[in-house]
């Protein structure tokens, strides 16, 4: 909490506390400079996310070398966080005055809530991920399996063989959390999604794993992958059907021994 106080506590001191004149190109690019574009994204309301603010803003990079290199990057994104900045925590800059004392210390308590927040649920989404993949990996070996050193995989050829896995690393042009090669030797690239809630499920299930399961069948053919999904905690019924139709199989962390099942058929009769 302190740590998120301090960063926009900085932040407001470059820009001027968003009064007249403080939020310009110029002080947007010092920010980017000083490593501020996370608290920068927070401005907004919602937060805006790196790749959404990438995609909006129509810039090729969020680097701080790239953004302040080019007058035009820098005007787009500029723009974009301006037309962005939450009125209800920021209620001066549509006033175009300067923030009372009361309003800036209440401005940077609400940012740094929502960004310690943020960062509290990330932590957990990540930690959970982590525990997710050490799973799936100790179930595997239960099985009979042996983790082999990652390292990316060009070709059906290349990569764990037969009864073997390995951890994260690129297939294709996309990287899969674990990378299973099943005994008939197709490929099971395996993502391990925690969500915690519906909202949640759409990014984790059909943006992320369910794309990654269409490039890897378009790459690679429908007979030679089988992508894969092991999720817990809580998800919408209707994506993980959108996710099924693009060809992602799932199984249910609490529930490995549906993988196991699975697994088992692929053995040579």
Known sequence: ????????????????????????????????TERLLEALRYLAAPPVSEDDLQTIADVPS????????????????????KAVIDPYRFPWVADGRKPTDQERSAALLASAVLLASQRVQTDRRNRGKTTQEQRV???????????????????????????QFCGECKLGSRKGD??????????MPCECKVSNS?????????NDAAAKATSWNLEYGLRQVVPAAVIGGCFNPRNLLQAQDAG??????????????FIATTRPA
């Open 248 to 261: 992602l199989t799932i199984f249910w962390a609490h529930d490995l021994a549906k993988l196991g099942e």
């Open 1 to 32: 909490m302190e740590a998120a106080r301090v960063k926009f506590e900085t932040l407001f001191n470059l820009i001027g506390d968003l009064g007249p004149g403080g939020f310009t190109k110029a002080t947007v690019a010092l920010a980017f």
């Open 198 to 206: 519906e909202t949640n499920s759409v990014k984790r299930v059909v």
């Open 178 to 187: 674990v990378i299973v090669r099943l005994h008939d030797t197709r490929l």
């Open 62 to 81: 969020l680097a701080a070398s790239v953004i302040t290199a080019d007058p035009d990057e820098l005007a787009k994104v500029h723009d974009v966080l």
């Open 137 to 163: 990996k100790d179930f595997l070996k239960n099985l009979g399996f042996a983790e082999v050193k990652p390292a990316a995989i060009a070709t059906l050829v290349s990569g764990p063989q037969a009864g």
